[in-house]
């Protein structure tokens, strides 16, 4: 009977440690918590895992069994992600065994921009970062300072990933904004300021001021000779007073300071029928600084008529006569009628009139016959 006991005994024991060895399911010898390695654009890394040392199976962080540990190693298809938006795919340049070098071109940044490097997924690449703060990135991988046309260069290596941001900061100063653009000089005494000096410019012209690629700043600063004023959600300066300007923007604060170097006494023009009281016509300015118009009006071929050149200070509510300019005038068939000379037309019609004010003379163009 003891005997059979024994035996029944190790018989249990036998297949209790057959059934256990089947299944696996020893006490686990865990060793140490291996610490987790970030992949690498060479290299996979792994989670934190423990390792059986007797079965050799694989546990997470929280000892739970896993297929694998391996991280793999990053996909080179990555992107730069500006202020959590993916702005730009980064291009391979170069490879070898132990570096990758990309790039990312024509980004358009503004100060206080985040830069983040980024997979196809929109997930940060997890490495470490090494900012070339000489190259307007902060070492948090800010932008520095506004800048246009940036490329943006990545480099890695065993080190890490070398980050490097260049381009230029091309301003312009756009007048009357559908005339043509002026480009703004770095000055050579500070980087930050961008200058335009002895600019012409007239009454209730507009400027405002922008990268080249069409990056607007808000201007909100402006002197005494200028008030802002918005067109389509884009603030301008209007000049307030004719004159020559030198301009500046520093790029740091982004404000524009103008100085008025010269002030011109600015005219209004009015063309006139002679005896005929009411015909004071404001004549408007043209994309030509010295020339002014005014559009599709009926001339009387009986009547005379002439332009009046008034100094904007001597004409509120003044009538054009008795303010008469000695510099005013005329042409066609012409008079002389004191210092005032007039013109006739050989037929009535409708004209545009056009008045040089540099040299005084008129130039019709025929609109309509009658
Ligand atoms: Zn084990």
Request: aromatic residues 10%; hydrophobic residues 30%; negative net charge.
């Given at each position: 009977m003891k005997k059979s006991l024994k035996f029944i005994l190790l018989a249990f024991i036998a297949l209790f440690s057959i059934s256990l060895a089947s299944c696996g399911e020893h006490a686990h010898n865990f060793g140490a918590l291996h610490e987790k390695v970030n992949p690498t654009f060479l290299t996979d890394g792994n989670i934190?895992?423990?390792?059986?040392?007797?079965?050799?199976?694989?546990?997470?962080?929280?000892?739970?069994?896993?297929?694998?540990?391996?991280?793999?190693?990053?996909?080179?298809?990555?992107?730069?992600?500006?202020?959590?938006?993916?702005?730009?795919?980064?291009?391979?340049?170069?490879?070898?065994?132990?570096?990758?070098?990309w790039e990312a071109k024509d980004l358009n940044l503004l100060r206080d921009d985040g830069l983040r490097i980024v997979d196809k997924k929109n997930n940060r690449i997890v490495h470490k970062f090494i900012p070339d703060t000489t190259s307007n990135i902060t070492?948090?991988?800010?932008?520095?300072?506004?800048?246009?046309?940036?490329?943006?260069?990545?480099?890695?290596?065993?080190?890490?990933?070398?980050?490097?941001?260049?381009?230029?900061?091309?301003?312009?100063?756009?007048?009357?904004?559908?005339?043509?653009?002026?480009?703004?000089?770095?000055?050579?005494?500070?980087?930050?300021?961008?200058?335009?000096?002895?600019?012409?410019?007239?009454?209730?012209?507009?400027?405002?001021?922008?990268?080249?690629?069409?990056v607007y700043f808000t201007m909100g600063k402006a002197n005494s000779n200028f008030r802002s004023y918005m067109v389509d959600d884009i603030m301008y300066l209007q000049c307030l007073t004719d004159g020559i300007y030198n301009i500046s923007f520093n790029t740091y604060g982004r404000d524009v300071f103008i100085e008025l170097v010269e002030e011109i006494p600015h005219y209004t023009y009015y063309f006139h029928q002679y005896e005929y009281s009411g015909g004071n016509k404001e004549m408007e300015e043209t994309q030509d600084s010295n020339e002014v118009v005014l559009r599709n009006y009926y001339l009387l071929n009986n009547q005379y008529y002439y332009v009046l050149k008034m100094n904007d200070k001597d004409t509120e509510d003044s009538a054009p006569y008795g303010v008469l300019d000695s510099d005013s005038l005329l042409l066609g068939e012409t008079i002389d009628f004191g210092v005032t000379k007039m013109f006739k037309v050989n037929d009535n019609a409708y004209y545009d009139i056009y008045f040089n004010t540099e040299t005084n003379e008129f130039r019709l163009v025929l609109i309509e016959e009658e």
């Open positions: 934190a895992y423990y390792e059986c040392m007797d079965c050799h199976k694989y546990f997470d962080a929280n000892k739970n069994e896993v297929d694998t540990i391996v991280l793999n190693k990053y996909s080179k298809e990555i992107s730069l992600s500006v202020n959590y938006e993916t702005k730009a795919d980064f291009i391979v340049l170069e490879e070898d065994d132990n570096h990758i070098s070492e948090r991988c800010s932008i520095h300072n506004d800048v246009s046309n940036a490329s943006i260069s990545l480099t890695y290596t065993l080190n890490g990933l070398y980050l490097s941001v260049s381009g230029r900061e091309e301003l312009v100063v756009q007048f009357n904004y559908e005339s043509k653009l002026t480009d703004m000089i770095q000055s050579e005494s500070n980087e930050n300021l961008y200058e335009l000096n002895n600019v012409r410019l007239k009454k209730d012209s507009l400027l405002n001021i922008h990268f080249m690629n069409g």
